[in-house]
């Protein structure tokens, strides 16, 4: 029985290795490495596809929010409005620009904000809301939107799992002021290192974006503000013209698995399936199931995780622990059962291998050792 990890890129490869080899040996022979047409044809090629007039690349998501949020002018003294269930560049970017993090409570269902708790948080020093379109499941941005309107607030779509996916026929990304991407290997357009985009429809945010990831300057060493050196290579931007060629197909490839997933699956007793909003369509970067002890001594989402393992499945956790009770933010008070939801799925949920490539008779082997490692104990 052979193993199967979470992620395989290497089936990927196999696929666009010769073009992507031939790229990547194209630009090595150009010796212009930084910048130049290759990373000007990705900006507006992967601006078009997001819908968006704007695009601007960068070294990665982590980098992307922090610009975004520095394109705001958001700093000290400052609230943003995010998730507590997810990584922890969502929130660590906040605290770089020395604002504070007010973390809302998710949805059990879709693992993302509960809007109807973010209308709450709101204070006159809240300046940008961060929703996360978690797993390639998009946030419900009609609902969103209307409250960040009624109120005058920016919003930051973190889109780092969700390149491709919709809401109500709109890519994510392109409906708030600002959208945020990673091009992390593991993501559904993932460069061969890391790199990250921030696309908007606004030319005055994608202006400052521009001169803040090239150390503050609109004009060569003459310096608006203090920056950074954030630039995506020129190697990484022709892989990624190429990758994004394939990603719908790549991406309908996922949501073929996430059905058959859901047809093998919901007959076993003790998990809790993904759900899908209407008027969304998730790209399905992750496909986590929550397990649920019932009762049950310790924690039976761990138990069926080492079960699997020891079978050849590997499966990940994301997130085992929320933000709010991390020790870098036990300074804002946040106390255990604050926000349950978020707490609870941080003890049930359980993502199973998933990536374009995977093959039926992988995916068979997969259900069948969940539904043993389900039935012991």
Known sequence: MNSIPPFDLTEQ??????EVGAA???V???GRYIGGSPVEQFEQQFAQYVGASQGIACNSGTDALYLALRSLNI???DEVITTPFTFVATAETISAVGATPVFVDIDAATFNLDLDQVEAAITDRTKAIIPVHLFGQPVDMTRLMEIAQKHQIPVIEDCAQSTGAEWQGSKVGGIGQIGCFSFFPTKNLGACGDGGAVITNDEAIAAKVRMIRDHGQYQKYRYEEVGV?????AVQAVILQIKLRHLDQWNTQRQTIADRYAQLLRPLPGIVLPQSMA??????NQYTIRVLSEGKPGNERDRVKQRLQEQGVSSMIYYPLPLHLQPVYASLGYQPGQLPVSEQMAQEVLSLPMFPE???MQQDQI???LKDSLAVG
Do not use: F, H, Q, T
Not at 13 to 18: C, D, N, P, T, V
Not at 279 to 284: N, P, Q
């Open 13 to 18: 490869y196999k696929l666009i290795g010769e």
């Open 24 to 26: 990547v040996l194209e």
């Open 28 to 30: 090595l022979a150009s």
């Open 75 to 77: 700093g000290a003294g």
């Open 229 to 233: 050196n954030s630039r995506l290579d």
């Open 279 to 284: 008027g969304g369509k998730s790209v399905w």
């Open 358 to 360: 995977l093959s039926p």
């Open 367 to 369: 259900v069948y050792a």
